[in-house]
């Protein structure tokens, strides 16, 4: 069987689906007709039948904070950035008492917007670095906070040697997660430290809403983690779990180190 039908993280064929496509809410069925289903071997959630190619480029380059997330009943960036100044304080704060760093340790975080963690990292003494599709996000982060971000995907992207790698509400949007991982891997010093922020598919709230859930969203989400299925997937990539929380009930923080 074609590996688009496989499972990414054990290669099994058999899943349980979890939402079928046209059950859905219609303003979130976007792109190719996709169910979400359930592994009947290692319980990883996905979008059925996997992309190999990345999906939504186009739409995370151009209107993605703009028109995309109002149309799928999120708001717009230009309403949130409060919002996004506040929780990107609070994670680099998290971020700064697991890690106890060094002066000016190297920090990237990638799918940064308008580099909101890259400003509170400089503001903490980081030498912090950023990279996002959104040219548009990108320039306006530059000119508010004066911080070094750049249009990257993380395979094309020069610099390494990094003591802290995050990445938030990144790992479920793309199409091979252990790629990102690996690629994560190759720039990240052996006792440094990757932060990853993704939607948790055992929350309550996705519980109780179930298809209504605001990230019950195929071809934008392809995956939908629980903590165990995080760790099963970092784990593959090399990385090992060393503490997670929730500081919401709709995600899940997780803090991995390289297996050297």
């Known amino acids: 069987m074609s590996e688009i039908f496989k499972c990414l993280y054990c290669g ?33 959630q996905y979008c059925h039948p996997r ?3 990345e999906s939504m ?15 799928v009943g999120e708001r717009s960036i230009v309403d949130r950035t409060e919002d996004f100044e506040f929780i990107s304080k609070e994670r680099i704060q998290y971020i700064h008492n697991f890690q106890k760093p060094k002066p000016l340790d190297k920090f990237l975080d990638i799918g940064c917007a308008q580099g909101f963690l890259v400003n509170e990292a400089q503001k903490k003494g980081y030498n912090a670095h950023g990279i996002d599709l ?28 990094f003591d802290i790698i995050t990445t938030f509400n990144v790992i479920e949007h793309v199409s091979n ?36 859930w605001v990230h019950i969203i195929p071809n934008e989400h392809m995956y939908y983690f629980n903590i165990k299925t995080l760790e099963n997937i970092c784990l593959k990539a090399g990385f090992e779990l060393k503490f997670y929380n929730k500081p919401i009930d709709n995600g899940i923080t997780a803090y991995f180190k390289k297996i050297n």
């Open 177 to 212: 997660p252990i790629d990102l991982l690996l690629q994560i891997k190759k720039r990240l010093n052996n006792d440094g430290l990757l932060v990853i922020g993704t939607h948790d598919i055992d929350c309550k709230t996705h519980a109780q809403q179930k298809e209504e």
């Open 51 to 53: 992309n190999l190619e």
């Open 134 to 161: 959104n040219n548009k996000d990108i320039e306006i982060g530059k000119s508010r906070y004066n911080v070094n971000i750049k249009k990257s995907l993380i395979q094309d992207y020069q610099e390494s040697n």
């Open 57 to 71: 480029l186009d739409t995370y380059e151009n209107d993605y904070w703009y028109e995309f997330q109002t149309q």
């Open 12 to 44: 099994s064929e058999e899943y349980d689906i979890i939402y079928k496509f046209n059950d859905i809410p219609k303003r979130k069925r976007i792109g190719k007709s996709k169910d979400i289903v359930k592994c009947k071997n290692c319980s990883l």
